[in-house]
């Protein structure tokens, strides 16, 4: 349903270019079980499962790169962690879905991979490493736009905008 298959195959795929790069899957589900018995042999990839809310801000900061998976199948719900994601200045690898798409704005503040492709995955995720400054400049820009248009205050703020002297 989210595309983990995806990206744990483009993973694959990408540590046979770049060898010594690791990967962090974060989260718990009906599905880690699985996940983590058939993968269980790639080298580099480690499942952390459920971590403390408060645990996530260092987590998010001290990775290379965010990864946004999802499929046609729930290609429509919004990705609520991108805003976290943004807001972390740390470069994003999302799957293009219209929400991200329009979020990242084509690509200006983070990468996009096809649905449902690994071998977009890993080509996309492989111009993020080898384009490190370019990356960061998208991360740094993704995080002022999260700053300025998705916080509470600017949430808030647009709100009570729209609030008129007449709805009082």
């Known amino acids: 349903w989210y595309g983990l298959d995806i990206m744990l195959e483009g993973y694959q795929l990408l540590r046979a270019r770049y060898p010594n790069i690791t990967f962090q899957v974060i989260g718990d589900g009906p599905y880690r079980n699985i996940l983590e018995d058939k993968y269980k ?12 809310f408060e645990r ?10 965010l990864v946004n998976s999802a499929t046609a199948k729930n290609a429509f ?15 994003i690898l999302s799957a293009r879905t219209p929400q991200c798409e329009a979020l990242l704005r084509g690509g200006d503040l983070g990468a996009l991979y096809q649905l449902d492709d ?8 492989g111009g993020i490493l080898e384009q490190r400054e370019h990356s960061m400049t998208k991360a740094r820009f993704a995080r002022a736009e999260a700053e300025l248009q998705h916080s509470w205050t600017a949430k808030c703020e647009y709100f009570l905008s729209m609030i008129t002297k007449e709805a009082l």
């Open 41 to 52: 042999d790639v080298d580099g990839l480690e499942f952390l499962g459920p971590q403390p």
């Open 56 to 65: 996530m801000p260092q987590l998010l900061s001290s990775v290379d790169v």
């Open 77 to 91: 719900q919004s990705p609520t962690k991108m805003f976290e994601y943004m807001a972390s200045g740390r470069p």
């Open 118 to 125: 690994a071998e977009s995955f890993a080509a996309v995720a």
